[in-house]
Nanobody, 124 residues
């Protein structure tokens, strides 16, 4: 059974940092894109960052460029999101999503599996 488990969320003050982890199990995900999304209260879910299976193609939302860094360790079936210079606007539930066929649009329907999410709260 495939399972994605996010961890590393919490409450931090503006300007602080957090590192999120998404550990996948049930199969090997080396051929899957592994991406991060987030959803704030009352808002639509939005793409944050993504990394392709080769590790050579990385995308970031404009709102997080220069502050967030995505990486993966295929031997551990794990993708990370290092978040620096956090802002209150970053407050959201962050989700890990993986897919074997993910295009440049990062449409939700392109992903095969989703995690349950981890809460990130940033206070002023």
């Amino acid at each position: 059974q495939v399972q994605l488990v996010e961890s590393g969320g919490g409450l931090v003050q503006a300007g602080g940092s957090l590192r999120l982890s998404c550990a996948a199990s049930g199969r090997t995900f080396s051929n899957y894109a592994m991406d991060w999304f987030r959803q704030a209260p009352g808002k639509e879910r939005e793409f944050v960052a993504g990394i392709r299976r080769s590790g050579g193609s990385i995308d970031y939302a404009d709102s997080v460029k220069g502050r967030f860094t995505i990486s993966r360790v295929n031997a551990k079936n794990t993708v990370y999101l290092q978040m620096n210079s956090l802002k209150p606007e970053d407050t959201a539930v962050y989700y890990c999503a993986v897919g074997i066929r993910v295009g440049v649009s990062h449409a939700d329907i392109e992903y095969d599996y989703w995690g349950q999410g981890t809460q990130v709260s940033v206070s002023s």
